[in-house]
């Protein structure tokens, strides 16, 4: 966060020299399905991949997710994940929607996200976020 993105080999991302806290491969939707098929299975058994959008495939340290760090955020606040809402637009934000007692996708998320959320609210151009904070949480 906040340097200058490097470059380096997927040999090095997985040689374990270096500390890796998110990777993003990104190439046109046809370039990054040819690397995914390619290289999603090797990536997957040290880190965690997502497609998150067609243009993106991020990889993370093992078992780390948006649900993960909100999981022990609420473990550390004594939340409840049934009091929890969640709302994402992408594919890296499924476990997070379906870990919170109340997911929101947003009115821009693929078909596939919408399915899995509780609720679909307006898009991140249209307010969406605002829109499910007044419907949920200001009207209750």
Known sequence: ???TPTEISLGEAISGKNIIFQAM????????????KQFGSQISQRFSGVRSQPVIYEAMPKGTTKATALKQLAQHLEIKPQEIMALGDANNDIEMIQFAGLGVAMGNSSDH???LANYVTDTNDANGVATAIEKFILNQ
């Not at 491969?25 to 995914?36: G, K, R, S, V």
Request: avoid cysteine.
């Open 1 to 3: 966060v906040f340097t």
């Open 113 to 115: 996200v919408k399915k």
């Open 25 to 36: 491969f990104l190439a046109q939707p046809n370039e990054l399905d040819i690397f995914e």
